[in-house]
T-cell receptor, first 116, second 112 residues
């Protein structure tokens, strides 16, 4: 089945530890994204990538890092510099950057990170 | 800076009623306006989308109404069903140039 796979689904970490969330897609999409979802805050863009070895900061990139070494993979690292990392993280991909059907976002099922 | 403002934050509708969610945008260059639907514990999925060259788009019980001069668009769900209970996000973008900008979401509950 084609889709987006995020892992782990749930993750607990101690404060001050870095954590990496995995995102893999087999849709052959060029663009990939990371969003953070908090209650009442909607979907806020952390980073996005339109092509391998290139990525751009979104609205809330501080305290996060990404890499895009392969087309299929776009891991997100939540660093200790992120002041409030507890949240639901969503990865998405699209054939092209947003706009009409080629820009339709396909989301994974999310990773819920809790920092204790 | 919030470029897409969505209201209400939550909505309770009786089964069979009409659910209406509104969005307003600021950037007049935006040319693509999708709505995404998210069920609890899942990622959002595209529901319906519109471009500003039409004022309305209908797909089944879901309709987008678009008012270019007012810079507003809305989602209407006719004959709302309990299975429509979800969070709905409006979004906007300038095609091919920027990622989608999302509203803050509306949590819809349809009660029997």
């Amino acid at each position: 089945d084609g889709g987006i796979t995020q892992s782990p689904k749930y993750l607990f970490r101690k404060e001050g530890q870095n954590v990496t969330l995995s995102c893999e897609q087999n849709l052959n999409h060029d663009a990939m994204y990371w969003y953070r979802q908090d209650p009442g805050q909607g979907l806020r863009l952390i980073y996005y990538s339109q092509i391998v070895n290139d990525f751009q900061k979104g609205d809330i990139a501080e305290g996060y890092s990404v890499s895009r070494e392969k087309k299929e993979s776009f891991p997100l690292t939540v660093t200790s510099a992120q002041k409030n990392p507890t949240a639901f993280y969503l990865c998405a991909s699209s054939m092209r950057l947003a706009g009409d059907r080629t820009g339709e976002l396909f989301f994974g099922e999310g990773s819920r990170l809790t920092v204790l | 800076q919030q470029q897409v403002k969505q209201s209400p934050q939550s909505l309770i509708v009786q089964k069979g009623g009409i659910s209406i969610i509104n969005c307003a945008y600021e950037n007049t260059a935006f040319d693509y306006f999708p709505w995404y639907q998210q069920f609890p514990g899942k990622g959002p999925a595209l529901l319906i989308a519109i471009r500003p060259d039409v004022s309305e788009k209908k797909e089944g019980r879901f309709t987008i109404s678009f008012n270019k001069s007012a810079k507003q668009f809305s989602l209407h769900i006719m004959d709302s069903q309990p299975g429509d209970s979800a969070t709905y996000f409006c979004a906007a973008t300038l095609s091919g140039n920027t990622p989608l900008v999302f509203g803050k979401g509306t949590r819809l509950s349809v009660i029997a």
